[in-house]
């Protein structure tokens, strides 16, 4: 019998980088990174986004294929997509 989920296996089991990690590669502050993958779609969002908190206690993981999107949207001159 066929399961009606399926993970997509390339997903799952590709790089995903840290918001410091991603920070020094591109010579940016971690705030800059975050605001930039912070709504992102593909990106794992860890913890609790709660406003009851002065600090948001939430952690990025940023899926290669995600890095590599946003790169190529960043470095494309406005008009060419």
Same mark, same amino acid.
């Given at each position: 019998m066929? $399961?009606?989920f399926q993970l997509d296996t390339s997903a799952h089991t590709e790089r995903h980088y840290a918001v410091t990690e991603i920070a020094e590669m591109w010579n =940016?502050?971690?705030d800059k &990174? +975050?605001?930039l993958f912070e709504n992102e779609p593909g &990106? /794992? &969002? =860890?913890?609790d986004r709660s406003p009851r908190h002065k600090r948001r206690y939430v952690t /990025? +993981?940023?899926p290669q294929s995600v890095l590599d999107r946003v790169h190529h +949207? =960043? $470095?494309s001159k406005p008009g060419t997509q």
């Open positions: 066929a $399961s009606s =940016l502050s971690p &990174v +975050r605001e &990106v /794992l &969002v =860890l913890g /990025l +993981r940023i +949207r =960043l $470095s």
